[in-house]
T-cell receptor, first 113, second 115 residues
Framework: KAGVTQTPRYLIKTRGQQVTLSCSPISGHRSVSWYQQTPGQGLQFLFEYFSETQRNKGNFPGRFSGRQFSNSRSEMNVSTLELGDSALYLC????????????FGPGTRLLVL | AQKVTQAQTEISVVEKEDVTLDCVYETRDTTYYLFWYKQPPSGELVFLIRRNSFDEQNEISGRYSWNFQKSTSSFNFTITASQVVDSAVYFCALSEGSTGNQFYFGTGTSLTVIP
């Protein structure tokens, strides 16, 4: 069974631009979560989607948004990029929210210049 | 306050030595889940082990074992007979029953296994 896939793997943007990252969960998994990893803040929860609905959101500004499609694929969008948004963005999927183990994708490395 | 604390920032061991990674957590939920993940240089977080709050039985899985103690809120992870391929950053994570899939991660322990 294929794992979680994320596209693109690497991205370079400039301040003020916007970016969209994509995540395809493991087949059959309906819950998708997003995390941001930076050297300074570590791994931080962004948001979680299940059945096309955002169930939970971390403490990030409104510039960070996401959505989930009927096939469970998810996208996250960051508008008006700032230098501090440079990070590894990780997507994780699980069968359902709650007690299930989350499996992570390889991440998208975003560099904002 | 940090919900998950990994006090060890970096550890170096010589190949074949045993190494224990410490994790202390904090939660008020009675239902919660604890995880260990490994992050090699490639960046992907690889699931290692998971434990729920109702099961304090400690187990061994191959070269991995864990010690879950609710009395001290600790969930330590041991690698026996370490190998160079074990070199990575290890993260302990907590998931609370009240917040679903939101993981709280520790700051990670960077393990270097010296051949």
């Amino acid at each position: 069974k294929a794992g979680v896939t994320q596209t693109p793997r690497y991205l370079i943007k400039t301040r003020g631009q916007q970016v969209t990252l994509s995540c395809s969960p493991i087949s059959g998994h309906r819950s998708v979560s997003w995390y941001q990893q930076t050297p300074g803040q570590g791994l931080q929860f962004l948001f979680e989607y299940f059945s096309e609905t955002q169930r939970n959101k971390g403490n990030f500004p409104g510039r960070f948004s996401g959505r989930q499609f009927s096939n469970s694929r998810s996208e996250m969008n960051v508008s008006t990029l700032e230098l501090g948004d440079s990070a590894l963005y990780l997507c994780a999927s699980s069968l359902v929210p709650g007690e299930e183990t989350q499996y992570f994708g390889p991440g998208t490395r975003l560099l904002v210049l | 306050a940090q919900k998950v604390t990994q006090a060890q920032t970096e550890i170096s061991v010589v190949e074949k030595e045993d190494v224990t990674l410490d994790c202390v957590y904090e939660t008020r939920d009675t239902t919660y889940y604890l995880f260990w993940y490994k992050q090699p240089p490639s960046g992907e977080l690889v699931f290692l082990i998971r434990r729920n709050s109702f099961d304090e039985q400690n187990e061994i899985s191959g070269r991995y074992s864990w010690n879950f103690q609710k009395s001290t809120s600790s969930f330590n992870f041991t690698i026996t007979a370490s190998q160079v391929v074990d070199s990575a950053v290890y993260f302990c994570a907590l998931s609370e029953g009240s917040t679903g899939n939101q993981f709280y991660f520790g700051t990670g322990t960077s393990l270097t296994v010296i051949p």
